[in-house]
């Protein structure tokens, strides 16, 4: 069986400081990890993704994850958080050949100017 | 390009009553997805189509939902009778198959269903 944690329920942060938003997964062997961004009344945004390769991924809007195997975690961060990041984020994990994602769920990002 | 269509929006519904949603993949799209938000949660799978054939519907309650893709192309999710705790956001996504990018699903909006 596969999982996610998100560990925060919520994230405040004021406009133009770092924003980082916790991941930790469970998989059995090598594992592909993803972020998705829900806005209030729409489906889910594809941020980015870490299949193989480079631990540091960069993806949409400026966000970026860094994969950490030893600690089963792909942390979401921006160095500087904008008003319009204010939403719902989803990490997800699935495996090679399994296209199903299990999803966490769900951590809320408020950024206040 | 077009994103995944799904209609309807929002839907009120008594429970034992029935209700059919309708998706709509980007074109192209080979893999399409049904999942089930409950507030405060993440996506769950219900059902996963490869072309016109379910590849998993481990996680669909069959007493009461069923999906088809007749086609290969659009999808109808239907429960019947609705119960309380049906009350969901039911999301269809699609993504293309047999490439690196076939793992990155594409959403639709979602159809808000209340049952009362």
């Known amino acids: 069986a596969q999982s996610v944690a998100q560990p925060e329920d919520q994230v405040n942060v004021a406009e133009g400081n770092p924003l980082t938003v916790k991941c930790t997964y469970s998989?059995?062997?090598?594992?592909?990890l993803f972020w998705y961004v829900q806005y209030p009344n729409r489906g889910l945004q594809f941020l980015l993704k870490?299949?193989?390769?480079?631990?540091l991924v960069k993806g949409s809007y400026g966000f970026e994850a860094e994969f950490n195997k030893s600690q089963t975690s792909f942390h979401l961060k921006k160095p500087s958080a904008l008003v319009s990041d204010s939403a719902l984020y989803f990490c997800?994990?699935?495996?090679?050949?399994?296209?199903?994602?299990?999803f966490g769920a769900g951590t809320t990002v408020t950024v206040r100017a | 390009e077009a994103g995944v269509a799904q209609s309807p929006r929002y839907k009120i519904i008594e429970k034992r009553q029935s209700v059919a949603f309708w998706c709509n993949p980007i074109?192209?799209?080979?893999?399409l997805y049904w999942y089930q938000q409950i507030l405060g949660q993440g996506p769950k799978l219900l059902i996963q189509f490869q072309n016109n054939g379910v590849v998993d519907d481990s996680q669909l309650p069959k007493d009461r939902f069923s999906a088809e893709r007749l086609k290969g192309v659009d999808s109808t999710l239907k429960i019947q009778p609705a119960k309380l705790e049906d009350s969901a956001v039911y999301l269809c996504?699609?993504?293309?198959?047999?490439?690196?990018?076939?793992?990155?699903?594409?959403f639709g909006p979602g159809t808000r269903l209340t049952v009362t």
């Open positions: 998989v059995s062997g090598n594992p592909y």
């Open positions: 997800a994990v699935t495996r090679r050949d399994d296209y199903k994602l299990s």
């Open positions: 870490y299949i193989t390769g480079d631990n």
């Open positions: 996504a699609s993504s293309l198959e047999g490439t690196v990018s076939s793992y990155e699903q594409y």
């Open positions: 074109s192209g799209h080979a893999t």
